[in-house]
């Protein structure tokens, strides 16, 4: 149906972000094509060492699976962080993920976490990683007439560590900036490191050269001053409600260095 109806038409998941664009007049599709009958994008299994996650997959389903939180405590994390539970009931991952709206929290926790995207259209199956998946505001990969089916997670070493900071107005908002960190420890040193952005440029950013720096590191307050200042010369952030851009780039520095200090004090 994408397919047939072209650019007129929008998949439809939870609607939490697509019917208040709506209602703002900032997308009028002329048809809808609601996901949730699909029982095959719904659910959580394991995959060789992949967790996979259908898009039709709730917010809430995501908290509640204990051995999805167990397995991946970083998204658990990440969802609770989302809005409120009334959203989180009908918001989905895959809508969450394919949105291309730099102030969803997901996005940078899939670059952080090295995961890619099921796509599916009438050419096929395709699999993206969801570092190549975002080209700007709004912009993803996704071909007309495409959708994304399911988010594949690699699963992380055993002993990681893994935190998103977020800073918010108040309980329910988008980010004023947040940061994501995975990382493992080897003979009191960081073995491996990766980082994500959220809300500070036009995509979620991923953040190399700062988690490259503290690579071999024991994270100490000179490393992470350095991994905050390449993270920090990566960001591009609005200027808007949640304030001026100079702030932004540096409460997402803030973020960083929090949530590198809590996944260090995770990780075994
Ligand atoms: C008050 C409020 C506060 C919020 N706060 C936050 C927040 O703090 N952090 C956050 O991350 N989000 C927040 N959200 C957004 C919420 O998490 C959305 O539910 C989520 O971003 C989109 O998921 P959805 O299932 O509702 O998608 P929908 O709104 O149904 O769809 C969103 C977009 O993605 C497309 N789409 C949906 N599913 C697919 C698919 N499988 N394949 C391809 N395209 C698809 C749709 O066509 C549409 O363009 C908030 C929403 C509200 C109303």
């Known amino acids: ?130 570092r190549d998946f975002y080209q700007g505001v709004y912009q993803t990969a996704l071909e007309p007439g495409e959708m994304v089916t399911a988010i594949r997670v690699p699963a992380p070493p055993a002993g990681h560590g893994a935190a998103y900071e977020k800073l918010k107005r108040k309980i329910g908002d988008y980010a004023t900036a947040a940061a994501a960190v995975i990382l493992t420890q080897s003979g009191g040193r960081v073995a491996t490191c990766s980082i994500g952005l959220t809300n500070v440029g036009t995509t979620p950013l991923w953040a190399e050269d700062a988690a490259r720096a503290v690579i071999g590191t024991a994270l100490d307050p000179a490393t992470v001053k350095k991994a905050v200042a390449h993270a920090e010369a990566i960001t591009s952030p609005a200027s808007d409600n949640r304030g001026p851009a100079e702030y932004r780039t540096k409460m997402a520095g803030v973020m960083l260095a929090r949530a590198l200090a809590r996944a260090k004090s995770r990780a075994a």
């Open 1 to 130: 149906m994408l397919a047939d109806l072209g650019e007129d038409a929008r998949p439809l998941a939870g609607g939490h972000s697509l019917i208040p664009m709506m209602k703002l007049r900032l997308a009028e599709p002329a048809h809808l094509i609601d996901l949730a009958g699909i029982g095959e994008l719904k659910g959580i299994r394991a995959d060789g060492g992949d967790v996979v996650i259908g898009a039709m997959t709730t917010q809430h389903e995501v908290i509640a699976e204990a051995a999805l939180a167990a397995k991946l405590p970083l998204l658990r994390e990440t969802a609770l962080q989302i809005a409120d539970p009334q959203v989180r009931y009908l918001g989905t991952l895959g809508g969450n993920v394919a949105n291309g709206d730099p102030g969803n929290d997901m996005p940078a926790v899939m670059l952080c976490l090295g995961a890619s995207y099921h796509i599916v259209g009438t050419k096929g199956e395709r699999r993206v990683a969801a």
